[in-house]
């Protein structure tokens, strides 16, 4: 096995390791103090001087920042809600995040230096052809796999999700070697190509896939590395534009040396200890956005004991759920408010809750909702999924039109019946 690093600020000795954090830390606070108004506010707002952090324990005194705040700060300051230090025409894409916030692809490179990491790692080299099936617009997904590519000098086939047969015609030709994307729709593609007749191992040079997006689960990871010879890493994409890797050796994800990874207590958001289940919070070493303290709403926990491949950064448990209601549904965030907005426009809609289940490792969408009386079914439920398709590029499974008072009066709106094992 190659184990070499793609930088040598993996493998920094501890006593190093923490003195470029606190540097690192030291820098990030006064520079979005200085340059990022909103960050500028929270400080002043908990009477907090960027001087008197000095170091990841310090960092707790400062408030999080949650993805509803983010989008709320833009809605009210468009287009950037005062986070960001430079112009739109400063960053190399915009694009909008998983939810409605816009999260800019910052040429500065933090993320490129993270993907690149976490591919050089999984084993990617130059040379190698990548088929990834995350989508490419509107969101930021797929860029960020891009610029992982450009760095590494890896041809990128930027197949996105949706038509099977046609990826798999796209791999009989071009002849990838990693394929990137969720689990399951590898799985997918996999079972695809044999209905077409072809033998992965012998008619694909495929012999890594970099998954993420969602929980893979043991007995999927263990099919395509057992039944298909396929070497699967697996990354955990932590909050927004962030990124845990595995090294090979076991399932801890390794955090790169471009973020501060705290896992804090849900409710008092203070620091918790390694091996205890809280949520990670995220601080970008990145100059053009500095956002100090993103909390994730994951759940997750860490450990600082060394790894056998000679990295020495903390590593994370991978994505182990999320607090509270919002979920991860088909690799996209789904908020309970999101999803309330936009069936708040069809007034024939008088209530509804959204149930996810699973089926052979796919996310299914069902709309469960109570109609007015006159309502047309059809033309509703047309209506509901061009609605949903819309604010969150969701495609519904079913929609399901209940008896009123079907639903117990105080429903969760989503309900999450998935089992991960
Ligand atoms: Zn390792």
Redesign the pocket.
Known sequence: MDTSFYSDEEGMPGEQRQKYYNEKIRWIVEHAYRNSPAMKRKLDQADIKPSTIRNERDMQQIPVTTLEEIIELQKANPPFGGLMTVPPNSFTRLCMGMGTEIWPMSSSGIMHEMVAKTYYAAGVRKGDIMLSTIPFHPIYSGWVVDAGCQRLGVTLIPAGWGNTERTVEMMRRLKPTVYQGIGNSLIEIIRKSEELGYNLRRDFPLRLAIVGGEKLSTSLRSSLENDYGITIRDSYAVGRGAMAYE?G?GTWK?VPEQILIEVVDPVAKRQLGPMEPGEPVVTYFDDRYPLLRFATGDITYYTDEP???G?TSRRLAGWLGRIGEAIKVKERFMHPKEIEGAVRDIPEILDFQVVVTQHEHRDVLTFNVELARQADRAKVGESLRERIRTVSTLEIDNVNVIEHGALPHDHKRILDTRVWD
Do not use: G, I, V
């Open positions: 090294c050796h390794h790894c056998a491949c990295r």
